[in-house]
């Protein structure tokens, strides 16, 4: 079936797909509550339950009862659901009690994504959602639909277009796809520690779900077995090449989850992006909804030759990092290629660079590290002299953290657009057209005052940026730069 006949003004049922993924959100949303009733009743064994087969269906069933209940309004809604386009604008309906109606101007439509599990693959459908300016979470989600459907419907709101012409195809270039090897590079260049960290989290969590579900304090009996273990040099290494083989191997899934056979294609209006190894994603990322851009890279990527590139989109749900689009570049002539359409040139290669005053690399040691580690250490100390080491290797840390950041933060700018570079342990560039901007603060304090400096924050509608510690005078020259973009762009 053709995509651009579909017509959209006659209202679209969801797939029958799509019921399975409802009932599958229903379970999903009680399993804990179920799980605990039913983990308790087997554990325990002095239920009548025990006793009595049929009061075990009986509960069984009382308990489906009760869960359907609850979601009566999301499984009717099923059969109630309705997408389609009346003119210029995108209506949902849905609800049997109390009924919604969701209408979206169609020009105020942000993103488009489509998501397609292998369920969705098996049986030709897509998920959807659409994103607003209006909003920073998800406006309308789709569970399923007509996977043919579904592309129509992207290429309709993405470009704006109410009535599909066939003439009026967009030549797609393909400019990138990650490669296995891709994948390696990335996997080594990940944050190892933060991934030992989500380990350690998930494991303490499942830990706390043993305890809760059949009562044995797991963490009591893992400590008499360390307490009992005799450790040796070689068992220390052991237990270490384990733990860093593990962590290896969690990177990379999530790098290939994140980035398998990932690929972008460049339009007249945007990128076209494609990836997911589990669930297909695909996201067209139009240009005028761009915000700012910004692209990191750690000493590991540096080496490398990898930035990690990040384009901030108008009304984007900061919290939902799954959604957010973000890029691994392995060629600087792609990176360039990819803000170009942003930004054809960057400040930093033709204008000289400022930097933060020096007060910004130790006031916050001094007035907020030092006293609380000084707090801290001195409840150590009447606690166990021997740990008071502990505190003191934090207040250097965080010292020569803040350090490190006043000397890595720099900025450029010129009439159009300002670039800033920042960061401790890596760096992270932004890239932000003044046009782009919502509004301005200007913020000082009496120390700021004395000093004759000023904090600006420049706010967008996808992301706050802030400029501290410059002195007054170009603080109110960047505000001044910024309306007069806005005012005649």
Not at 254 to 278: C, D, P, T
Not at 363 to 391: D, G, M, Q
Not at 459 to 479: C, D, F, K, N, R
Request: hydrophobic share 45%; aromatic share 10%.
């Amino acid at each position: 079936m053709s995509t651009n006949k579909l017509d959209w003004s006659i209202p679209q049922r969801l797939s029958p797909v799509a019921l399975i993924f409802i009932l599958g959100k229903t379970i999903k949303d009680s399993w804990p509550l179920v799980l605990i009733v039913v983990g308790r009743i087997i554990i325990n064994g002095q239920n009548e339950t025990s006793k009595n087969p049929s009061a075990g269906i009986l509960f069984g069933l009382g308990i489906t009862l009760l869960i359907l209940v609850i979601h009566f309004n999301q499984l009717i809604n099923f059969f109630i659901f309705r997408i389609y386009i009346n003119g210029t604008e995108l209506l949902v309906t849905g609800g049997l009690l109390s009924k919604t109606k969701t209408i979206v101007p169609i020009n105020r439509v942000q993103s488009v994504h489509l998501i397609e599990n292998y369920l969705h693959k098996l049986t030709n459908t897509c998920a959807i959602k659409i994103e607003t300016a209006g909003t920073d979470a998800t406006e309308i989600e789709v569970a399923a639909i007509n996977k043919e459907k579904a592309i129509s419907l992207q290429q309709l709101l993405q470009n704006a277009v109410i009535e599909a012409n066939p003439n009026n195809d967009i030549e797609q270039l393909q400019i990138m796809g990650i490669r296995f090897r891709d994948l390696i590079k990335l996997a080594i260049s990940e944050n190892h520690i933060r991934t030992f960290l989500i380990l350690l989290a998930f494991a303490y969590s499942r830990l706390e779900d043993v305890k809760q579900l059949f009562g044995y304090d797991a963490s009591n009996i893992i400590d008499k077995q360390v307490d009992q273990a005799a450790f040796s040099v070689s068992n220390i290494l052991t237990l270490f090449t384990v733990g860093l083989f593990i962590t290896l191997l969690v990177s990379f899934i999530r790098v290939l989850l994140r980035y398998h056979e990932m690929n972008i294609k460049s339009n007249a209006k945007g990128f076209q992006m494609e990836w997911g190894f589990l669930q297909t994603q695909q996201k067209m990322l139009i240009q005028n909804k761009v915000q700012l851009i910004s692209w990191n890279f750690n000493f590991v990527r540096k080496v490398l030759g990898i930035s990690i590139l990040r384009f901030f989109m108008m009304g984007e749900n900061l919290t939902q990092t799954k959604q957010h689009i973000q890029l691994p570049v392995m060629d600087p002539h792609l990176l360039y290629q990819l803000i170009s359409p942003y930004q054809a040139v960057l400040p930093s290669s033709n204008t000289q660079s400022y930097s933060t005053h020096i007060s910004y690399g130790w006031r916050n040691t001094l007035l907020f590290v030092l006293p609380i580690i000084l707090v801290i250490s001195t409840a150590i100390y009447f606690w166990n002299p021997l740990y008071i080491l502990f505190p003191l290797l934090l207040l250097i840390y965080l010292a020569i953290s803040n350090w490190v950041k006043y000397q890595k933060f720099k900025y450029w700018f010129n009439e159009t657009t300002i670039q800033i570079q920042k960061g401790i342990w890596g760096v992270e560039n932004i890239l932000l057209n003044f046009n782009k901007i919502q509004h301005v603060m200007v913020k000082t304090s009496p120390f700021l005052r004395r000093k004759k400096l000023a904090t600006v924050e420049l706010h967008t509608a996808g992301e706050t940026i802030v400029i501290p510690y410059i002195s007054i005078e170009q603080a109110q020259y960047l505000v001044d730069l910024s309306l007069v973009n806005v005012e005649f762009h």
